[in-house]
Nanobody
Framework: VQLQASGGGSAPPGGSLRLSCVVS??????IGWFRQAPGKNREGLAC?????????YYADSVKGRFTISRDDAKSTVYLQMNTLEPEDTAIYYC???????????????WGQGTLVTVSS
């Protein structure tokens, strides 16, 4: 399985970015987004299971600001990020995961990461 993330860049506080992750052999896999900021622990942000299951999870730090979605016809998972804050500055990774309603567990396959910088 290969994951290719894109869409990172710079945005001002309060701005928006949309990350995309193309997943080879996505099938019924649950996919999630993690991030890691300098000097901080890796953080699981959101995950989405296959359409028949319909499980979605958000970390409290992004709930109400970020939205995860998937387009299985395009083998792509998206992370729409609104109302960005400087604390959202990090490298963002798409990952194969185990997705529960209360948490996300990282799996074995990680994309290469895309840098998001939020500053004025």
């Amino acid at each position: 399985v290969q994951l290719q993330a894109s869409g990172g860049g710079s945005a001002p506080p309060g701005g928006s970015l949309r990350l995309s992750c193309v997943v080879s052999d996505m099938g019924d896999r649950a996919i999630g987004w993690f991030r890691q900021a300098p000097g901080k622990n890796r953080e699981g942000l959101a995950c989405i299971s296959n359409p028949r299951d319909g499980t979605i999870y958000y970390a409290d730090s992004v709930k109400g600001r970020f939205t995860i979605s998937r387009d299985d016809a395009k083998s792509t998972v998206y992370l729409q990020m609104n109302t960005l804050e400087p604390e959202d500055t990090a490298i963002y990774y798409c990952v194969t995961v185990t997705c529960w309603r209360q948490e996300v567990g990282a799996g074995d396959f990680w994309g290469q990461g895309t840098l998001v910088t939020v500053s004025s």
